[in-house]
């Protein structure tokens, strides 16, 4: 008799860690504890984010409160929230931030055995108009003996050890993911008991969708090949049209084409010609997480895992999603249609 796979809904991310669920066997210790100190940290940035419409009467503005203070923006108290969070129990030896413009150093010493690199408030911008905004995180395990410097994070996105989000939505969410072979998880967050609960078991990505995002605002700024797609997807000519998604942060758009399919698209333009997103922070781990859900990412014409590192902040064109519409989009950059 087949035992049908333990229904594992409802446990919550922190036993889905402990019990080595992501891949990580429990002996290791380190690992585990420094995924869980992430999840510790969104709990905490996910309360800060809830008050934020409270902002000008909780002062999270950045500038000085009632008591002549001054007060951290939401995405500088964010970036403070998870290095504290990264801090403890040592297994953190640095950090890179977007917030941060260079590496911040925690501790040489060789048991803190990883580096983490954030985006710590995603779409930030879109705070006082109360649209979904995240934090995003990559994991990199540093070689043996090596000493913790700022090449210690150039590395392909292919090495991560771990990625992930959060999305603070219409409810928040941490999406992760240690690698293909264990899968990409969902935990949905209940702030009535404090707890992340999986909610999205092993989330596969469409191996085609029917929505495509990207900021036509640019349009004028395309190359020909990105409008010759553009006018593809919407249909004029063979295409089959599709809906047209585009919240303006990466975390949303990027986590609803995880779960339905479609492509996101932010690709070079005349304003941006090394593209917008970033590299290490944002690129990266969304592309591991795609990847691992079954889709694909590429800088256009190359897969982003492979891309190889040369600065912190380096910024890169991004197209994610369900692997036929990113090999469509591939296909007009090629220039084969
Ligand atoms: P645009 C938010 O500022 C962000 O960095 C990403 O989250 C988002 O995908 C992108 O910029 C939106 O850029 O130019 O469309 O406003």
């Not at 002996?27 to 100190?37: D, K, P, V």
């Not at 990505?205 to 929505?211: F, H, L, R, V, Y």
């Not at 919240?247 to 917008?276: C, E, N, Q």
């Not at 889709?295 to 369900?322: K, M």
Request: charge should be negative.
């Amino acid at each position: 008799m087949s035992l049908n796979p333990p229904n594992r809904t409802g446990m919550t991310l922190e036993t889905f860690i402990m019990e080595g669920m992501l891949g990580v066997p429990a002996a290791t210790g380190a690992f585990t504890s420094l995924l869980n100190q992430i999840a510790f940290a969104a709990k905490l940035v996910t309360s800060q984010v809830r008050r934020a419409g409270l902002a000008n009467v909780l002062g999270y503005t950045g500038g000085v409160n009632v008591q002549g203070e001054h007060v951290m923006k939401l995405d500088e108290l964010a970036n403070e929230t998870l290095i504290t969070a990264l801090a403890r129990r040592g297994h953190c030896a640095a950090v890179a931030s977007e917030e941060l413009e260079d590496v911040h150093f925690i501790t040489n010493d060789q048991r803190a055995r990883y580096v983490v690199m954030f985006d710590p408030l995603d779409g930030s911008s879109n705070i006082d108009v109360n649209i979904s905004i995240g934090t995003i995180f990559a994991v990199l395990r540093r070689a043996e003996g090596e000493d913790v410097s700022a090449s210690t994070f150039l590395k392909p996105g292919r090495e991560l050890a771990a990625a992930g989000y959060v999305i603070y939505g219409s409810s928040t969410m941490v999406v992760l993911s240690t690698g293909r072979e264990k899968g990409v998880h969902g935990f949905t967050y209940d702030p009535s008991v404090g707890e992340f609960f999986l909610s999205h078991e092993n989330i596969r990505i469409p191996e085609q969708g029917s929505t495509y995002s990207i900021n036509e605002g640019n349009h004028s700024r395309w190359s020909e090949p990105v409008k010759r797609w553009n006018s593809w997807i919407k249909g004029e000519g063979d295409g089959r049209p599709y809906g047209s998604r585009y919240v303006g942060t990466l975390v949303a758009d990027a986590h609803r084409t995880l779960l339905k399919g479609g492509i996101f698209a932010y690709p070079v333009d005349a304003k941006s010609p090394k593209g917008k997103l970033r590299l290490l922070y944002e690129a990266n781990p969304f592309a591991f997480l795609v990847e691992a859900a079954g889709g694909a990412a590429t800088n256009g014409t190359e897969r982003i895992l492979d891309l190889e590192p040369t600065s912190l902040h380096q910024r890169t064109s991004l197209v994610l999603g369900s692997k036929l519409d990113v090999e469509t989009f591939a296909s007009f950059m090629r220039g084969d249609r």
